[in-house]
């Protein structure tokens, strides 16, 4: 009767600490995720976000109990932000490989801190960012491209580069907040209506062709006449 009651106990206690995490076995641990001794079975796993928190914390498990717990660098998510740009028009097709569009700055945005464009050639881009995880510049699944990241609020325009020319692509304009310092702080808003646009890059010039058949490639061009 008395091991009935512990195992209530513990039954009882284990519930609030799997409220505030999702609990995964992580297979990247020592022993494959699971460790053996005489008289005990401890799982290693990790904490995955269920609220607004990115974890990399570290649960045991005995018996399909809670054993242990350490909790290791715990990044709070920032706050989404309010509401998406409400502006999003064309401003200059730079060259074959850049375009540059007309936003409202991120920091009429109630928690916004920046913004990231999505493009995708003849087709609405797919959303590749997740929260928790900053882009790289350039990053790309399943056709959509990530082909500018802008941390500048005050910033008025955002311009796309690393484009091919001739080509249709449509754009997504989506806001992010982050505390500046922590990536993986890191959140966007990508429900409610994300602004959208279409937009076809030019033929080369007859300069930029030189330069492509020479090997240089569309990025390089537009660096150098970002530079002049």
């Not at 206690?13 to 005489?38: D, H």
């Not at 801190?113 to 609405?124: E, F, I, S, T, W």
């Amino acid at each position: 009767m008395k091991f009935s009651r512990l195992i209530i106990f513990l039954l009882f206690i284990a519930p609030p600490l799997f409220s505030q995490y999702q609990i995964k076995k992580n297979t990247t641990s020592a022993g494959g995720g699971k460790q053996t001794n005489s008289s005990n079975t401890l799982y290693h796993v990790v904490g995955q976000p269920i609220g607004n928190k990115s974890s990399n914390s570290q649960y045991l498990l005995r018996e399909g109990y809670i054993f242990h717990y350490i909790q290791n660098d715990v990044v709070q998510l920032s706050d989404e932000p309010l509401s998406h740009s409400d502006t999003f028009t064309l401003d200059t097709i730079l060259d074959a490989g850049s375009i540059r569009f007309n936003i409202q700055p991120a920091n009429d945005i109630t928690n916004a801190a920046g913004y990231v464009l999505l493009a995708r050639p003849n087709a609405d881009p797919q959303i590749i960012i997740s929260d928790g995880n900053y882009p790289s510049l350039y990053t790309s699944s399943n056709g959509t491209k990530v082909v500018s990241i802008l941390t500048d609020e005050t910033a008025d325009k955002i311009t796309a580069t690393g484009l091919q020319p001739s080509m249709t692509y449509t754009f997504l304009l989506i806001p992010f907040n982050w505390n500046g310092s922590d990536n993986a702080s890191i959140n966007f808003k990508t429900d409610g209506t994300i602004p959208k646009l279409t937009q076809t890059t030019p033929i080369p010039t007859l300069s930029e062709w030189a330069l492509i058949l020479l090997g240089i490639t569309i990025p390089v061009i537009v660096y150098f006449k970002m530079k002049a």
